[in-house]
């Protein structure tokens, strides 16, 4: 039996037919086109599916559309404007923070939910201890991480401080 | 995934209602666990029954000496919840240590005990404080909750509607993780509680159970010193490709003994 959902994807109303089995990140990419949210492992391990719900990381892999029913969906495409990235986007670019990236949506995306529950709680600028913690749930298997954190940091610190 | 009916129901009554009336139904809180049983096919429920629209499983409040949490709050939340932080600091430790950041934004309590995953947190938190488990019909307490491997009491579509844990700042709980998921491969909680000291383990054996020789040891003399001599039977423990039921037996005392030490 198909339900009718309506969510807001990157600021646009969506509203939609879909059956209950239906995963978010299948109807992101099939229904959508916004094929930037990636799915790597599909059995939520991997977090190459992670993107804002409600402003929380979460895997859209191992979420179904209807829990997503009057939720507000920001992906990897609702973050740059025609011109300027994102201040995380930027970081990654500047800090060689990728290399086929295919993780780096679903890393992108855990950062800025990082940076963003830190900046409502008031607690600053993470520590690289703080910044791995908040990766566990995503998998790279080019960078071996380093440069992630360097990336996640520089993002973390233009984010709450401005340029600079 | 085969396909299922999706309802949200705004109300207990309601959620328990389309249950009996479904041949096969399951709930849904987080799905963090679910989803993926769907998806491997474990599990085909002609009926999905989501509780994330019932505001009355929502929520933490202070209740007389005990934290009450409603079912469908996340492990993030209870985290970073002020109420709990203050109350039982150890459990608001424990909850930030499991699995990862995106699980804990969609992952709850209730989904958790319901589940009782072997392998899972809470149910050391939940013997070692002695917390009431509440539901739509009862409230169960934590000594008759967990039965057997992935089985507890709850009855047939019967719901969890919110934990109350007494309150408790001389606590911690110590796990080896496995490196992948996060998951406890063995996990112990100990608590000084107004019945004396409490050692939970996780993890370690089909379900969660309590460690009585360390409990009566540790009642004589807090320390590292009184348990360090008793050895744990690796008898009915857990044995898979992660660690030998030997092993986790071993990883019992170790835990026990930083549990010690963290509150000493
Ligand atoms: C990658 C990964 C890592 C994880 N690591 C850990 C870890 O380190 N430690 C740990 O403890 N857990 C871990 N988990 C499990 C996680 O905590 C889940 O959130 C939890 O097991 C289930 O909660 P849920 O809300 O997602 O439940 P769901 O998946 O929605 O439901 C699970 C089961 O409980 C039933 N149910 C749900 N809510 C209720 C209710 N209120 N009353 C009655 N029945 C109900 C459902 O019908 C279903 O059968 C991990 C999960 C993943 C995917
Ligand atoms: S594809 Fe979702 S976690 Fe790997
Ligand atoms: S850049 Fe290739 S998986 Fe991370």
Redesign the interface.
Known sequence: MANNVSLSVNGKSVSASVEANVLLVDFLRDNLGLTGTNIACDTSQCGSCTLLLDGLPVKSCSLLVVQADGCDVITIEGLASETVLHPMQQAFQDNHGLQCGFCTPGMVMAGIGMVERRRAAGSGLPSDEEIRSALEGNICRCTGYHNIVKSVAQGAKTMLQGEG | ??????A?PATIDDAAAQFEASDDATY?SG??TL??T??QRLAMPSD?I?L?KIASLKGISLDGDMVKIGAMTTH?QIA?DGLVVANIPALAELAGGI?????R??GTIGGSLANSDPAADYPAAVLALGAEIHTNKRTIAAADYFVELFETALDEGEIITSISFPVCKVANYQKFSNP???YAIAGVFIAKTSAGVRVAVTGAGPYAFRQNEMEAALDGDFSAKSIDGITVSDDGLNEDIHASASYRANLIKVLAIRAVEAIS
Do not use: Q
């Open positions: 995934m085969y396909k299922f009916n999706f949200s849904i799905g963090m989803v993926p769907l998806k999905v989501d994330s993030a970073s699995g990862d950041a995106s699980v934004n969609r992948a998921s996060r």
